[in-house]
């Protein structure tokens, strides 16, 4: 069976310090990835989508970057955090080809504080 | 451009009572998927029903159905019997299959009082 793993599960980070969160999924290969960010009380805003190693498409332009460098491991990364990063990340995977019912499987999330 | 619009952000249902949940959204497209994700307080979340557009039969899964109208672009869950375990928040979803993304709505937050 698929499981998607993201860490860490928390985490609180001052201004303007780097950024580093890591999505794995296992069970599966060539999978869509995405990372997404959850306001407080908000929905989700996509954030990067990848449908290969090294392909990034990002929806928003801000000071956050992704990359694939392996086929199941998609990082978040930001070399200076402000203040409007703080939220909950969530990665997410599905799967490509054929038979697809295009579900999204969504990891545990992690929650980031930039005091 | 996708938009999805969930226009209650907050409800409240009586235990073993039915409930509905709207959305509605707007596309030119004519092949899509719907889906119905729901938050609880642990933040994973979880599928609750998915609807093929060019599906005309209902979505059903158990306590859970959905009510497509796909000319008027609406996507409303229903739950019936509710139980304590359903109080989350609950995402309407739409996905572009062409360009592989999802559109999530603002969310509806859903309280099963005892």
């Known amino acids: 069976s698929q499981t998607i793993h993201q860490w860490p599960a928390t985490l609180v980070q001052p201004v303007g310090s780097p950024l580093s969160l890591e999505c794995t999924v296992e069970?599966?290969?060539?999978?869509?990835l995405y990372w997404y960010r959850q306001a407080a009380g908000r929905g989700l805003q996509l954030l990067f989508y990848?449908?290969?190693?090294?392909?990034i498409s990002s929806e928003v332009p801000q000071n956050l970057s992704a990359s694939r460098p392996q086929d199941r491991q998609f990082i978040l990364s930001s070399k200076k955090l402000l203040l409007s990063d703080s939220g909950f990340y969530l990665c997410?995977?599905?799967?490509?080809?054929?038979?697809?019912?295009?579900?999204?499987?969504f990891g545990p999330g992690t929650r980031l504080t930039v005091t | 451009a996708q938009t999805v619009t969930q226009s209650q952000p907050e409800m409240s249902v009586q235990e073993a009572e039915t409930v509905t949940l709207s959305c509605t959204y707007d596309?030119?497209?004519?092949?899509?998927?719907l889906f119905w994700y729901k938050q609880p307080p642990s933040r994973q979340m979880i599928l609750v029903i998915r609807?093929?557009?060019?599906?005309?039969q209902n979505a059903t899964e158990n306590r859970f159905s959905v009510n497509f109208q796909k000319a008027a672009k609406s996507f409303s869950l229903k739950i019936s019997d509710s139980q304590l375990g359903d109080t989350a928040m609950y995402f309407c979803?739409?996905?572009?299959?062409?360009?592989?993304?999802?559109?999530f709505g603002s969310g509806t937050k859903l309280n099963v009082k005892p």
């Open positions: 997410a995977w599905s799967v490509q080809g054929q038979p697809n019912t295009y579900e999204q499987y």
């Open positions: 069970g599966t290969s060539n999978p869509n």
């Open positions: 990848s449908v290969g190693i090294g392909q």
């Open positions: 596309t030119s497209e004519n092949n899509y998927y």
């Open positions: 609807q093929e557009a060019y599906k005309q």
């Open positions: 979803a739409f996905f572009r299959y062409n360009f592989n993304k999802f559109y």
